[in-house]
T-cell receptor
Framework: DQQVKQNSPSLSVQEGRISILNCDYTNSMFDYFLWYKKYPAEGPTFLISISSIKDKNEDGRFTVFLNKSAKHLSLHIVPSQPGDSAVYFCAASGAGGTSYGKLTFGQGTILTVHP | NAGVTQTPKFRILKIGQSMTLQCTQDMNHNYMYWYRQDPGMGLKLIYYSVGAGITDKGEVPNGYNVSRSTTEDFPLRLELAAPSQTSVYFC?????????????FGPGTRLTVT
């Protein structure tokens, strides 16, 4: 049972344009969401997060949007740069208790930004 | 500050063999995690620890064991390796003081069981 889904295995974008990566979740108990970025032969690195009490969080070129009613979040990268080419993982967690710190990951989306 | 280090980087095991994947962090993080990533899949939590002496199962613990005798180290033990354990294994840590969901990952161990 895939509780966090990234339905697009890959995305190709021209440098300077917007990249939009999508993620859907099914567990209504999730209340904290994150995006991680992974380069080949490296571990994932934290990119940006959002709490369920917000619908948008921005950090430089990266913005995450959360639509709780649709159980959907998206990551916008503007403008996209070739160095952004990587695998992007969406992750989710429930609040406190035994789920504190534990993440459920999506399958990942490979982003390729062409010069 | 090395962050999270993992050894070995690569390993080939025969079916039925055992091995320990090492993980060390130097950030004084209380929380540590072991994940596996199969091709085309996301990371799945194997085991986690909220502090020295405290461990608990994640989503896919079967075939693995862990221990946490110090804050820094969180080794993962594979007993009786099976081809289904062929995967890339990532260790991660996070701080209980800051954001526990912001996890710092090691570079991974690529394990093949044949």
């Amino acid at each position: 049972d895939q509780q966090v889904k990234q339905n697009s295995p890959s995305l190709s974008v021209q440098e300077g344009r917007i990249s939009i990566l999508n993620c859907d979740y099914t567990n209504s108990m999730f209340d904290y969401f994150l995006w991680y970025k992974k380069y080949p032969a490296e571990g994932p690195t934290f990119l940006i997060s959002i709490s369920s009490i917000k619908d948008k969080n921005e950090d430089g070129r990266f913005t995450v949007f959360l639509n709780k009613s649709a159980k959907h979040l998206s990551l916008h990268i503007v403008p996209s740069q070739p160095g952004d080419s990587a695998v992007y993982f969406c992750a989710a967690s429930g609040a406190g208790g035994t789920s504190y710190g534990k993440l459920t990951f999506g399958q990942g989306t490979i982003l390729t930004v062409h010069p | 500050n090395a962050g999270v280090t993992q050894t070995p980087k690569f390993r080939i095991l025969k079916i039925g063999q055992s091995m320990t994947l090492q993980c060390t962090q130097d950030m004084n993080h209380n929380y540590m995690y072991w994940y596996r990533q199969d091709p085309g899949m996301g990371l799945k939590l194997i085991y986690y620890s909220v502090g020295a002496g405290i461990t608990d199962k994640g989503e896919v613990p079967n075939g693995y064991n862990v221990s946490r005798s110090t804050t820094e180290d969180f080794p993962l033990r594979l007993e009786l390796a099976a081809p289904s354990q062929t995967s890339v294994y990532f260790c991660a840590s996070s701080s209980h003081d800051g954001n526990p969901y912001e996890q710092y990952f090691g570079p991974g161990t690529r394990l093949t069981v044949t």
